[in-house]
């Protein structure tokens, strides 16, 4: 690990040094993009930040107060297999490919350009959060969130550098110059161009954003490209945090608005979230979620597979059948007007057996989310919406379904959308709600205060210097 070089690594960047210079001409660009669209305020506050040392499975988290700009973005890839094999596809036992197959290249350029779109885009989205943050728990948390992504465009861009020639360092370089929610140079994926502006919306973000990037990162961490697998094994471990802020987060603010609604017939007199609004914002970032999965029948998903790109969530765990090219796939779609099921090959459904992964993993947290609410004596409770509800890509986009999932029009849509998605009041209201609470030990009215801090210290830690 040469975690001291102006670009710490463990891929032995001073033996590369074409890549060595490159990489370093692309820092100063990448701080200054942190500077102009990373967190505002605060870059020159110590927080108290985990900074990967070690890919292992120990310690590979090294915990101290760091101010933003010095932190490691590094390039760290889980150790190679030994005698890596392709896991899936048509070339399914061959070895492993260690560079860019050119009958491939396409298809690999447009699955890392796309991840690593997402990693500064998210990033762009919170860059205005720490001003209003509930606590200092949750800066501290915010900040190591806007690193890691930081560090995982790190990632791409090295698999792009590395691996790609003159086009990888072009698009490197456009990494930096697309931005979240800008109408002339957007981010690629929708999501990314939402405003994230209020903590609610934070913590939507990292439950089901951040989520599909755990099950993308899965597929991709199966691949036979070895770097790219390799690479995304490791971004994992960051991404399984970024999850545990979101999923929490939404816990501690359902089970304060339980609190106070005990309190008031109406949390809004006691400066609580409602759970309607709580309900409205599951619905927006859930649907917008489950569009980054892509097309419910996809010739790219089938393409990818058969090349040995990107495989299904715990292809080697949890299938036998590593071929696919049998099976079919039956899914509800649009005919005239009706809902109808459709088989399909498999392979052109790969998409949507993916996004099937991640609503199972979703419910999970609308279960904890329910108990918090049970605890507290309540009988309300939250629940995902239809998949097919709010949709923007794919089979179901550009017609309009109901919560549950019924086909229905574009009036009685446009009719009920303020019962089923945040309005600009509710998100004013929300906003009124934000202000910054910074004391050590302090926390804002409308969400309740974590079990337990980080790293064995207590909620009351000064996790950001002021
Ligand atoms: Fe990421
Ligand atoms: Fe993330």
Redesign the pocket.
């Known amino acids: 690990m040469n975690l001291y070089e102006r670009i710490p690594n463990n891929v032995n960047l001073s033996d590369d040094k074409r890549l060595q210079r490159a990489l370093e001409k692309w820092l100063p660009n990448f701080l200054s993009w942190w500077h102009d669209m990373g967190p505002d305020g605060f870059q020159e506050k110590d927080v108290w930040l985990r900074t990967a040392i070690d890919v292992g499975s120990e310690g590979w988290a090294h915990f101290d107060y760091v101010k933003m700009p010095d932190y490691r973005w590094g390039i760290f890839l889980e150790p190679a297999q030994k005698d890596a094999k392709v896991g899936f596809g048509d070339n399914y036992g061959q070895p492993a490919y260690q560079e860019v197959p050119g009958e491939f290249r396409n298809a690999l350029r447009r699955i890392i350009v796309t991840q690593g779109d997402?990693?500064p885009a998210s990033v762009e989205q919170q860059r205005l959060l720490g001003h209003t943050c509930p606590s200092l728990y949750d800066m501290r948390n915010l900040f190591q969130v806007n690193v890691?992504?930081g560090r995982?465009l790190w990632a791409m861009v090295y698999l792009r550098h590395g691996y790609f020639g003159r086009d990888g360092r072009d698009e490197a370089d456009a990494l930096l110059e697309r931005r979240s929610g800008n109408p002339d140079k957007p981010r690629i994926l929708e999501a990314f161009n939402q405003p994230c502006d209020d903590w609610l919306n934070f913590y939507a973000f990292t439950m089901f954003t951040d989520r599909d990037?755990k099950y993308q990162l899965s597929a991709l961490a199966e691949s036979g490209f070895e770097p790219l697998a390799r690479t995304c094994r490791f971004?994992l471990t960051e991404?399984a945090h970024h999850m545990f802020v979101g999923d929490t987060g939404l816990s501690r603010v359902v089970k304060r608005t339980a609190q106070l609604m005990k309190q008031s017939e109406d949390v809004r007199e006691v400066d609580g979230i409602p759970l309607d609004i709580i309900q409205k914002y599951i619905n927006f970032w859930f649907s917008y979620s489950l569009d980054l999965f892509g097309g419910e029948i996809s010739s790219n998903s089938a393409d990818f597979f058969a090349a040995g790109l990107k495989g299904r969530f715990k292809e080697q765990d949890q299938y036998t059948d590593h071929i696919a090219a049998e099976g079919s796939f039956t899914m509800p779609v649009v005919e005239n007007g009706k809902l109808a099921s459709r088989e399909v090959p498999l392979r052109n459904a790969l998409n949507e057996v993916l996004r099937g992964e991640y609503v199972k993993d979703c419910e999970k947290g609308l279960a904890r989310w329910n108990k918090a609410l049970a605890d507290e004596g309540l009988s309300d409770r939250l629940y995902l919406p239809n998949i097919r509800f709010h949709r923007h890509v794919g089979e179901y986009a550009g017609h309009y379904f109901d919560l549950e999932g019924n086909l229905i029009t574009k009036e009685e849509f446009e009719q009920k959308k303020s019962e089923w998605l945040p309005t600009m009041e509710d998100r004013e209201y929300v906003g009124s709600l934000m202000k910054p609470v910074t004391e050590v030990g302090k926390i804002a009215n409308w969400i309740a205060p974590p079990t337990s801090g980080i790293k064995g210290k207590p909620f009351e830690f000064e996790y950001v210097r002021l």
């Open positions: 997402t990693e890691e992504e995982h990037g971004m991404e």
